[in-house]
């Protein structure tokens, strides 16, 4: 499996995706919304797009899917239940589904509300696998949940889910926040020195050749896998004087979500 990262220099701060076949050279592109550096990527390799995923719904997503499709005939796929707001879409995707690229890439659905309540995640069938995880997980950090999403899904979905997966997973997510989110972590924990060296050594790092962090990079790193720190709980309390002495992980969670959407 060949995996091309294309950085849209957008003021989103966007990543999209070709993941490859290399048997073949037919592609997926994961939501596409520089439709031109996908295309001119796929063409500039050799490669065919077959096929569009998008992780879900929101216009920075899939604003380059009518390009694509108009360029090659790809056929859309997404949440089954984003059918009414992603037009044309052909497959409607749902837990454990299977997707293929070309011969030999296989590529699992998950189901994993939050960020939106249609949003999945695809995971690759590889010997280091690698998660493609639109605006649920991102370096450091964890999507919002403002435009059509819930806190608890999203905490359903890292805690049941994400904190499962191998921890040699490649962390591909659908933006580069990584110095914001990390400076979130060291604000709410202080003493986390993985985070603060990280900072250091990729602050201001270029997204054209941006690091690819694993999931074991991120149960360091990022404050959403890191319920039972003592350092964050009491970071917590200073903010929150109705928190239990002993706060459960969702309640961490949920709070630390709420205090990151105005930070």
């Known amino acids: 499996m060949i995996v091309e990262q294309i950085w849209t220099a957008n003021a989103y701060r966007n990543f999209n995706y070709l993941i490859v076949c290399p048997d073949t050279g037919e592609a997926m592109a994961v939501d596409p919304l520089d439709h031109e550096k996908c295309l001119d990527a796929a063409k500039r390799n050799g490669w065919e797009i077959t096929q569009i995923l998008n992780t879900h719904e929101h216009g920075d997503h899939t604003g380059g899917n009518d390009a694509v499709v108009a360029a090659t005939g790809a056929k859309i796929l997404a949440h089954a239940n984003a059918k009414a707001k992603i037009p044309n879409m052909d497959r409607g995707l749902g837990a454990g589904d299977v997707i293929k690229v070309g011969k030999s890439v296989e ?3 998950l189901d994993t509300p939050g960020h939106t309540m249609a949003h999945v995640c695809i995971m690759s069938r590889t010997a280091q696998p690698a998660l493609f995880c639109g ?3 991102f370096n450091a950090g964890a999507g919002n949940c403002h435009n059509g999403g819930h806190p608890n899904e999203l905490y359903h979905t890292f805690a049941t889910q994400l904190a499962g997966l191998p921890d040699n997973t490649l962390i591909y997510p659908g933006h580069d926040y990584m110095t914001n989110n990390l400076e979130f972590t060291l604000d709410r924990e202080p003493d986390n020195m993985k985070a603060k060296t990280l900072l250091d050594d990729i602050g201001g790092q270029d997204p054209d050749d941006a690091l690819v962090s694993t999931l074991a990079m991120e149960k360091e790193i990022n404050t959403f896998f890191r319920l039972h720190s003592p350092s964050v709980i009491a970071r917590l309390h200073e903010s929150f004087s109705d928190l239990p002495e002993n ?11 709420e205090l990151r959407n105005s930070w």
């Open 107 to 109: 590529l699992e659905c």
């Open 135 to 137: 605006d649920t997980l």
């Open 247 to 257: 706060p459960d992980p969702k309640t961490v969670f949920l709070k630390l979500r």
